[in-house]
């Protein structure tokens, strides 16, 4: 008993039939060019009759995948497969988001780490005035004074 | 240093929206560049050619095989109803007319390989069928949607015009017949 609980344990799960709901949303009308869960149109319900013959077989979803990409090319698919050249669909995103992260990274550092400008801010903050601008408005306040 | 570095970043900035912007100006001035745009211009282009799996059997079939020889070139699904409503007249203007060396070539498209053998079964089409899953003949001759056919003269070029849905529609009887008199002479 324990030897046959041990074999089942070790055989894993039976691999379940895949679901046809699950499996419309993965493939593309080709007439329509949208998912097929999304289409009404005449090729999208034969491809889903095609899927409900072959889900009522039980065919593996692998399998599935590869009798439509044999039948209407990889353009089938919602989702670029993850080999060869189809990789850049999947790398590119995520490349474009580490090479924005690290320009803003760049950036906010060179910002964070600016140096201090040559005119030195006096005690409460404000930049001194222009030395011409200084003796103008002196001279300007000791006429109102007078 | 930093200065050349940022002129250099410009530099590939600027290029890189160059190149997109060609790009879509190329993708936008060669959109319409297929042989039913040409066909309806007045033009007579080259019928583009195509290997594809036969339908009806094991090997291939192209185009180019044909030359020499009229084709009415016949795009259809078995997904679509006016191709069985046409498959009739199509079936038998090839056994009308082969003796004059006319071919009718059906290229099936976008369709379940199975279902398309069955509909060629049991419309009884004899004539040589073409299976293009992918469709991607579509674009080269610029089809719409199917039915839709096309005239190849002799020389492989475009004659008459592009017939949109069925050929046996009253609206297209009198212009197919036309056509299939103008593609034997060509």
Redesign the interface.
């Known amino acids: 008993m324990a030897a046959i609980v041990v074999a089942l344990v070790l055989a894993g799960p039976a691999a379940a039939c895949p679901s046809l709901p699950d499996l419309e949303g993965k493939f593309i009308c080709?007439?329509c060019k949208t998912t097929l869960d999304q289409s009404d149109a005449?090729?999208a319900?034969?491809?889903k009759a095609?899927l409900a013959q072959r889900v009522a077989a039980c065919a593996s979803e692998a399998q599935i995948r590869d009798e439509l990409v044999a039948?209407?090319?990889t353009?089938?698919l919602a989702a670029p497969p993850r080999k060869g050249f189809h990789w850049l669909a999947w790398l590119l995103p995520l490349i474009g988001l580490l090479v924005a992260a690290v320009v803003v990274s760049l950036l906010v550092w060179r910002w964070s780490h600016a140096r201090p400008t040559e005119v030195e801010a006096d005690s409460n903050g404000r930049a001194p005035l222009d030395p011409e601008l200084e003796r103008r408005l002196d001279r300007e306040l000791t006429r109102f004074d007078g | 240093m930093a200065g050349r570095l940022k002129l250099a970043a410009q530099v590939a900035a600027l290029a890189l929206v160059t190149g997109l912007f060609a790009l879509l100006v190329w993708k936008v001035a060669t959109q319409g560049d297929n042989a039913a745009n040409e066909l309806g211009q007045g033009k007579n282009p080259r019928a583009p050619q195509f290997h594809l799996d036969r339908l009806d059997g094991p090997g291939k079939v192209s185009l180019a095989a044909y030359r020499g020889k009229p084709v009415i070139l016949n795009f259809w699904?078995?997904?679509?109803i006016p191709c069985k409503e046409e498959a009739p007249l199509l079936e038998s203007v090839w056994r009308r007319y082969r003796e004059r060396g006319l071919v009718v070539l059906g290229v099936d498209i976008?369709?379940?390989?199975g279902?398309a053998r069955r509909f060629a079964r049991r419309n009884k089409m004899s004539y040589p069928l073409a299976y293009d899953?992918?469709?991607?003949t579509v674009s080269h001759y610029g089809v719409t949607g199917v039915p839709e056919t096309f005239f190849v003269g002799r020389n492989g070029k475009l004659v008459c015009e592009r017939l949109q849905a069925g050929v046996h529609l009253e609206e297209n009887r009198d212009r197919f017949a036309a056509c299939v008199q103008e593609v034997l002479e060509a």
């Open positions: 080709p007439t005449p090729a319900r034969q491809i095609y039948q209407f090319g353009q089938v | 699904a078995s997904w679509c976008q369709d379940v390989r279902d899953g992918p469709g991607n």
